[in-house]
């Protein structure tokens, strides 16, 4: 076993900055705004580091699909201790198309390429909130996939793993090599502290195209139109039931 | 001062003794519980948790934490990545690969993208970034708006009175352009990459580092991983120590740092108190048939009363969608304790010469920051062993041309042109291990700098005077206009912003409109428009050195100011859980680091430090 862990990093929009759609409605502004790493792939590499700290794995690799600026991504992921990074580059009209299947794709490819034991990801992204990018990937390479990982533990060549699911916690045990994606409460990830970016200044970030990876971008889907959501209309007190009831056949509910 | 009713005579002695007390660490605990033992009348619930008010050595539960701190050297570093210290930052490295030298310089930032803390009118004169970087519009710099009309108006209730803007006038515009600052403090922070400087966004300076001997050291980062109790979270980490040969201060209108060293080197023994505005800002995209690009319309009066200083600008931007940036400035030596700065802005917007103009558009972004006044008068002395003032945070502003950063920017370049034959000499030449550079501020009374803010100086305490604003103008009039700022008087400011507060009962409250939600917002919709955002489990940063005066003091006198002059929303008063009395509610995750509440605050009580770095507003080009 390599002992090498992929994990994913995705740039998005900053949860708290308020986003506005472009006046042609093909997207929302990114230029200029502030981004962030993904939260749920922040907690991805900080359990592919608590690994390594245990010695479990023996190295850390994020990955990012993005324009030049995705760096600055991968730059964090290995402040908080991975330890290198490949930037997939996608930029321009192929970056807008960029999704869960494509992304896939090149991570299948690489974990090839590198021989990877495990793959860590967010379980979503919160521009897209897709979901979908572990489930693809495991298939593409018909691994094992634990998603919503609450609790992540390596016994042998098997991971033991508890699934967060409507129902409750479902406790699983896959073969490795798998797919794990994070959620919430998996861990609290640390903080890139500055000393720890300096370091990463000198950690290597490999530059690759998709087409290096045999991958084929085109999109299945088209995006037809972005817009706000509707203006919440305000609610209106009623003082009786019998009002409630009028005031509902009114708006022709009842 | 204490009704005497509420409180015995022995604590109002107490109460008497304990605010003379200059407040260093130990007192503030000392003083709150013998405060409250004193005045048992009153339970005051804990409000501040920060360990600049409650150091982390008596406190049990950092017994046995790692507090060892990573250090590293440089040869330069700079607090604050603004046109003043990335001037500086530029500006040395320049020299240094002019001349072939190595020099390392590292620039601390506490907004988490350079920019996006940054928050002006603003209409820039170009001659400082002229001189620092003579192909600015090769390089792509995005100064794209040229100024093609200004227009300057007194407001009344309903009508307009025009003021022609003679040339000579301060307020004349032509030849500047009206720039987003933010994206070009963004531009600045890519060349500054290009000439090698190392930039640190998202790492707030939180402590400056001394030697032995006094001098500065250098500075500290902000440790990280502190629940909001105040005590260690697993996560926690200490900052990082940056040492340097002479650290550059430009942290921008009241920094939380300068602060300190002006009481630790007494720079402001011989200079007035620093006075200030706040200014709110408003992005709108408006309908295209009311845009005007290069237009430039500022106004005084109202809203305001002829006693309060303040105005608005609104700036027609040109860069290819229709984009108006406006807001209201509103002089912090205000007495009316009702005032509140953002409601004026809000109801100014709805007077007939300036509501068309945003009917039909969109509001995109807003923010607020604030602003020196003090101009010459309140320049502070500028060096100290290892370390000097450059930008906003000593304070340069021009304040009738309501332009700063071209002196900024000036000011920072001049420390650069300064520090740089002190650093790269032969033998480092100076008596204390941190370097002192006094040709800086030398270099500066020679500049243009020095001789645009005499010329000034007089302008702003004109106001305050009977008649105000229009005392205020027609001094202007004569002695800028004619006598070019030569008298041979310079007049004093009032004293400090906080003192300035008449206590509530002698002042009648504001009735300000309702919001439209069309052209006038609320105060918490607008806060989410700045994107701002903090680490939650932090402890407020937004600290008290007495958890009980705001009760007692503000609210008891002043009806507690801080909730309407804060721009964000941060200060509430809300009912105690058991009925009687009302405690303060900080919402420090809304602050978006304008400062004003450690200025006005009336008690003096608001220690404004630096939350963890990265956190604060999300500004985009503003």
Redesign the interface.
């Known amino acids: 076993m390599s002992g090498r862990v992929l994990v994913g990093v995705k740039r998005v929009i900053?949860?708290?900055?308020?986003i506005?759609v472009k006046?042609d409605n093909t997207g929302v502004v990114t230029?200029?705004?502030?981004h962030?790493m993904n939260p749920f792939c922040e907690i991805a590499v900080e359990e592919a580091v608590k690994l390594k700290e245990k010695k479990l794995i023996k190295e850390v690799v994020a990955v990012s699909c993005g324009p030049q600026q995705s760096q600055e991504t991968i730059r964090t992921a290995l402040a908080m201790g991975a330890d290198r990074g490949i930037h997939v580059d996608v930029s321009g009209k192929d970056y807008e198309n960029l999704g869960p299947l494509q992304v896939s794709k090149i991570l299948a490819a690489l974990a090839k390429q590198e021989d990877a034991q495990l793959i860590l990801l967010g379980k979503q992204a919160i521009d897209d909130d897709c979901n979908q990018t572990g489930q693809m990937t495991a298939a593409l390479l018909d691994w094992p996939q634990g998603t919503f990982a609450s609790e992540v533990s390596l016994e042998g060549d098997k991971i033991n793993l508890v699934r967060e699911i409507d129902g409750g916690l479902e406790h699983i045990k896959i073969n490795t090599p798998a797919v794990i994606t994070a959620d919430l409460r998996l861990n609290?990830?640390?903080?890139a502290?500055?000393?720890n970016?300096?370091k990463a200044k000198k950690k290597k970030i490999a530059t690759v195209k998709p087409a290096d990876l045999g991958v084929d971008l085109t999109s299945r889907l088209e995006v037809l139109k972005v817009e706000e959501p509707p203006q919440r209309q305000a609610g209106m007190k009623v003082e009786t039931v019998e009002d409630l009831v009028v005031k509902l056949k009114e708006a022709g509910r009842v | 001062m204490f009704p005497a009713s509420r409180y015995s005579c022995q604590a109002h002695r107490c109460v008497r003794l304990l605010q003379k007390i200059k407040t260093e660490h130990a007192t503030p605990q000392l003083y709150t519980t013998l405060n409250r033992r004193a005045c048992s009348t009153v339970s005051t619930p804990r409000i501040t948790t920060h360990y600049t008010i409650h150091p982390r050595d008596k406190d049990p539960r950092w017994e046995g934490v790692e507090m060892e701190r990573f250090a590293d050297e440089a040869d330069v570093v700079i607090v604050g990545g603004g046109p003043a210290g990335l001037a500086a930052a530029i500006r040395l490295k320049q020299l240094a690969n002019k001349h072939e030298k190595e020099l390392r310089v590292c620039l601390v930032e506490k907004a988490p993208q350079i920019g996006a803390h940054t928050l002006s009118g603003a209409c820039l004169e170009p001659s400082a970034l002229t001189e620092l970087i003579p192909d600015w519009k090769e390089r792509g710099a995005p100064l794209n708006t040229p100024v093609t009309e200004d227009v300057f108006s007194i407001l009344t209730e309903k009508y307009r009175i025009p003021v022609p803007i003679v040339p000579g006038l301060p307020m004349q515009n032509h030849g500047n352009y009206i720039v987003r600052m933010g994206n070009l403090v963004r531009w600045l922070g890519e060349q500054a990459e290009e000439v090698g400087v190392e930039l640190y966004p998202g790492y707030a300076a939180a402590e400056v580092l001394f030697h032995e001997d006094g001098s500065v050291k250098g500075i500290a980062t902000n440790d990280v991983g502190i629940a909001k109790d105040g005590s260690p979270k697993d996560i926690f980490e200490r900052g990082m120590e940056l040492h340097a040969k002479i650290t550059l201060f430009g942290e921008g209108c009241h920094g939380h740092l300068a602060k300190q060293l002006y009481k630790k080197f007494n720079l402001r023994e011989n200079c007035e108190p620093q006075t200030y505005a706040i200014g709110l800002k408003e992005l709108w995209m408006i309908d295209e048939k009311k845009w005007r690009p290069g237009r430039v319309e500022h106004s005084v009066g109202w809203p305001l009363d002829r006693n309060t200083y303040g105005g608005s600008f609104l700036y027609h931007l040109n860069e290819g969608e229709p984009l108006v940036a406006l807001g209201f400035v509103v002089g912090l030596d205000y007495t009316n304790p009702y005032l509140s700065p953002f409601r004026e802005f809000q109801r100014w917007k709805h007077h007939p010469f300036v509501a068309p103009t945003l009917e039909g558009g969109q509001r995109i972004a807003y923010g607020a920051r604030a602003l020196n006044e003090g101009g010459f008068q309140s320049i502070p002395k500028l060096t100290f062993p290892g370390g000097l003032l450059i930008g906003c945070s000593p304070g340069f502003m021009n304040v009738p041309k309501i332009k700063g950063t071209h002196t900024a920017m000036k000011s920072g370049m001049l420390a650069a042109e300064a520090i740089f034959p002190k650093l790269t000499a032969e033998t480092l030449d100076s008596e204390t291990a941190g370097l002192h550079v006094p040709e800086y501020a030398e270099n500066l009374k020679n500049s243009w700098v020095w001789k645009e803010l005499y010329a000034v100086r007089n302008i702003r305490p004109s106001f305050h005077n009977y008649f105000g604003l229009y005392g205020g103008m027609i001094y202007t009039g004569i002695f800028y206009w004619i006598f070019r700022g030569k008298e041979p008087w310079t007049l004093k400011h009032c004293g400090t912003d906080a003192n300035q507060l008449k206590p509530a009962k002698e002042c009648t409250p504001i009735e300000y409109p309702k919001p439209d939600g069309k052209i006038s917002f609320d105060l918490l919709s607008s806060v989410a428009l700045s994107g701002t955002n903090h680490e939650g489990d932090q402890p407020p940063h937004l600290t008290l050195k007495d958890d009980s005066i705001p009760v007692a003091r503000n609210l008891g006198i002043y009806d507690g100011p801080e909730q309407r002059f804060c721009p964000a929303g941060v200060y509430e008063y809300v009912p105690l859980d058991t009925g009687d009395g009302m405690r303060l509610q900080i919402n420090a995750q809304n602050c978006v680091h304008c400062k004003t509440c450690d200025i006005k605050d009336p008690s003096q009580n608001i220690n404004w430090v630096v939350p963890e770095g990265g956190g604060g507003p999300a500004y985009n080009g503003m």
Do not use: E, F, Q
Request: proline letters at 14%.
């Open positions: 900053d949860y708290a900055v308020k506005r006046p230029d200029g705004v502030k962030s609290t990830p640390r903080y502290t500055l000393p970016i300096m």
